[in-house]
């Protein structure tokens, strides 16, 4: 047990070692420049000013097989006319041509949940194995309120996701969007944003941004 427990914190402190010496820069271009919030890119087109920011490089760390990387949406509309913007409507381009769609909020969560009875729960304690999961359970049911791991609902990958549905006049959105991607393995990254979910002609919006490491 005092093997395993070795060997997931090494693996813990290498994958978040590896997510903190990258720094995402944003690239301003022509149309897409600086934004209101540092670290994120602002695009106007026909009223419809749209910003973006890479929100997590690793939105679970303890899965370093299923990278998952979160970039968040402000989608503000100035006109008189609703819009929609679905989030199935944006790609991701890594600098060696990847491309990466989005991923639903219930498939990040069943990422994100998975295996979580084998690994190390905040704080400090833990189960290794499953029998010692249910061994300990009958235990601590009464007895403690310890925000175990292996019991934790991430129920915020729910409620910061970017909305569904139409942005009515005058109104703004904003969330986040998932990507099944490790950004810390390419030299950069180009967010496109498409009319609709079928990718049909070009994007409309593209917010490119530099990885250093």
Do not use: W
């Not at 997510?19 to 209101?36: F, N, Q, R």
């Not at 968040?72 to 600098?95: C, M, Q, S, W, Y």
């Not at 498939?107 to 704080?123: A, G, M």
Request: include cysteine; glycine fraction near 4%; charge should be negative.
């Amino acid at each position: 047990m005092k093997l395993v427990a070795r060997m997931l914190l090494i693996a813990v402190a290498t994958v978040s070692c590896m997510a903190c010496s990258a720094k995402i820069v944003p690239v301003p271009t022509a149309t897409a420049l600086p934004g209101p919030v540092e670290g994120s890119l602002s695009e106007m087109r026909d009223g419809i000013a749209v910003t973006v920011k890479i929100d997590q490089l690793s939105v679970q760390p303890y899965q370093p097989v299923d990278n998952l990387a979160s970039i968040h949406i402000a989608i503000d509309n100035r006109t008189d006319r609703k819009i929609e913007v679905a989030p199935g409507a944006f790609v991701l381009r890594d600098g060696e041509n990847n491309q990466y769609l989005t991923v639903s909020p219930e498939r990040v969560r069943e990422i994100v949940s998975k295996d979580t009875v084998y690994l190390i729960p905040y704080p400090y304690v833990g189960y290794y194995y499953l029998e010692d999961q249910r061994q300990d359970s009958f235990h601590q049911t009464m007895t403690s309120s310890l925000p175990f791991y292996a019991e934790y609902h991430p129920q915020n990958i729910f409620t910061r996701a970017l909305p569904s549905g139409p942005v009515l006049p005058h109104s703004k959105v904003s969330g986040v969007i998932y990507f099944l991607a490790d950004l810390t393995r390419t030299d950069h990254v180009e967010l496109l944003l498409y009319p609709d979910p079928r990718f049909e002609g070009e994007p409309r919006y593209r917010f490119p941004f530099r990885v250093e490491k």
